[in-house]
T-cell receptor, first 112, second 114 residues
Framework: NAGVTQTPKFRVLKTGQSMTLLCAQDMNHEYMYWYRQDPGMGLRLIHYSVGEGTTAKGEVPDGYNVSRLKKQNFLLGLESAAPSQTSVYFC???????????FGSGTRLTVV | SQQGEEDPQALSIQEGENATMNCSYKTSINNLQWYRQNSGRGLVHLILIRSNEREKHSGRLRVTLDTSKKSSSLLITASRAADTASYFCATQAYSGAGSYQLTFGKGTKLSVIP
């Protein structure tokens, strides 16, 4: 069992470029999440999904879009990257309401 | 917005000692969870305590929850150098439309000195 896999692990973008971060889970979890982690800020929720074909905004959704076309995949897109989006991005999934979250190993994104 | 606030922000102890970290939160929760993050790695789920539970154990970990004070504590007994990591408190609360969200604190950085 791979758990939650994030690709890529590292990326450097120029301001204005676009990219997609991929999250894949093999645990048949319904719920998937994208967080960003910044120094001194803890983790903040960007977008989440409660099942295939659904998405919803979290605490800091501006500048990001998401899609959940397949149950196992949750994509995070940056249409026009900004330096403020420099961060470490984590994907997570869970099974039920009272289950812990399984996190991926993160994507370190730098926007210059 | 950060729901949970951990205290202390940093903690340094000798191997073999116990480590206690505290978490306070502001609103009603469904459950409270603790996670560990080693430097440069993803978060690992340690333990979950439901709002109707007061104490839970898992190996060397003991978690308490006081919903009247909106606070929780994580105790790691007989610490080891391998316990060196950041520990995060996360509260799960109902966010409407049948969904729950998990909100993280800023973490406690624990250093265990061999």
């Amino acid at each position: 069992n791979a758990g939650v896999t994030q690709t890529p692990k590292f990326r450097v973008l120029k301001t204005g470029q676009s990219m997609t971060l991929l999250c894949a889970q093999d645990m048949n979890h319904e719920y998937m999440y994208w967080y960003r982690q910044d120094p001194g800020m803890g983790l903040r929720l960007i977008h989440y999904s409660v099942g295939e074909g659904t998405t919803a905004k979290g605490e800091v959704p501006d500048g990001y879009n998401v899609s959940r076309l397949k149950k196992q995949n949750f994509l995070l897109g940056l249409e026009s990257a900004a330096p403020s989006q420099t961060s470490v991005y984590f994907c997570a999934s869970r099974a039920g309401t009272n289950d812990g979250y399984t996190f991926g190993s993160g994507t370190r994104l730098t926007v210059v | 917005s950060q729901q949970g606030e951990e205290d202390p922000q940093a903690l340094s102890i000798q191997e073999g000692e116990n480590a206690t970290m505290n978490c306070s939160y502001k609103t009603s929760i469904n459950n409270l969870q603790w996670y560990r993050q080693n430097s440069g790695r993803g978060l690992v789920h340690l333990i979950l305590i439901r709002s109707n539970e007061r104490e839970k154990h898992s190996g060397r970990l003991r978690v308490t929850l006081d919903t009247s004070k909106k606070s929780s504590s994580l105790l790691i007994t007989a610490s080891r150098a391998a316990d060196t990591a950041s520990y995060f408190c996360a509260t799960q609360a109902y966010s409407g439309a049948g969904s729950y969200q998990l909100t993280f604190g800023k973490g406690t950085k624990l250093s265990v000195i061999p």
